[in-house]
């Protein structure tokens, strides 16, 4: 790593680890603390080097908003996690159970992975989009459609037991499929996944500890660290294999595969 890009690493952990002693002392919301540890950081390395904008906001999209909005509101209406509405920034829920918080929250997280990724680990500036991007863009639109037209007449369908588990299960298709037809890729997601293990760790904690959300679903097992629980969900789909799923399909459906 270049002298110019420890530097950045360096004052984005501190932007991390400063932003903790801050949101425990003023309680702060789930989305504020998005702020902290996401965008704060995001607005640093757009600062800091010249992106490919076009390509982090289409990946952003395609996966925070596309993806991640279908995961989101199906997960929510099964209780996989919980957000009380004195959490919440915006107190409005969508279909009376969806926090309008948990949708942006998803977009900025997408955000910070592919922003950190671009910077660290990737030098193409231009911002060419891949062209099988609409291979995954033109399915998930309208995925998404019918999942949110489906809530609107009837919810029930998608309620089933253990759904973190079964509707996060197959993330760890594209991560299969992505790093074994592009081997040399596993390096650069394995770094970014150590800085985002840490990261997303520390949100959890700090989170469950000031009951920013909770988890009255069903999952296969618990995490017990430091006095505080959360669903062994948690640990392996989010704070271990989230960030590799988004690089693996930013990588083959955004990017270049290189």
């Not at 950045?8 to 949101?23: A, E, Y």
Request: glycine residues 6%.
């Amino acid at each position: 790593m270049i002298k110019s890009l420890k530097i950045d690493f360096w004052i984005i952990l501190g932007i991390i680890f400063c932003s903790v002693p801050v949101i425990l002392w003023f309680r702060v919301k789930p989305l504020t603390s998005a702020l902290l540890f996401f965008v704060i950081p995001t607005i640093y390395l757009f600062i800091r080097r010249k992106k490919p904008i076009k390509r982090i906001f289409a990946g952003s999209a395609l996966i925070g908003i596309g993806l991640g909005f279908i995961f989101d509101v199906i997960l929510s209406a099964n209780n996989a996690w919980y957000e009380l509405g004195s959490q919440l920034m915006f107190n409005y829920r969508i279909f009376g159970f969806w926090p309008v918080d948990e949708p942006i929250w998803f977009i900025l997280w997408a955000l910070f992975i592919i922003a950190f990724y671009e910077h660290f680990h990737e030098r193409e500036k231009k911002g060419v989009i891949s062209k099988r991007f609409q291979y995954l863009a033109i399915p998930t639109l309208i995925a998404l459609v019918f999942v949110l037209c489906i809530f609107t007449v009837r919810e029930s369908i998608f309620y089933f037991r253990y759904a973190y588990f079964f509707l996060a299960l197959p993330s760890i298709i594209p991560i299969v499929l992505v790093i074994k037809r592009y081997p040399a890729l596993f390096i650069k997601f394995f770094k970014t996944g150590l800085f985002f293990f840490m990261l997303f760790l520390i949100y959890e904690l700090t989170a469950v500890k000031l009951g920013q959300w909770y988890f009255p679903g069903e999952y296969i097992g618990w995490i017990e660290l430091v006095g505080l629980r959360f669903p062994f969900e948690e640990l392996f789909f989010w704070m271990m294999l989230s960030n590799f799923t988004v690089l693996s399909l930013y990588e083959f459906f955004v990017d270049d595969s290189k």
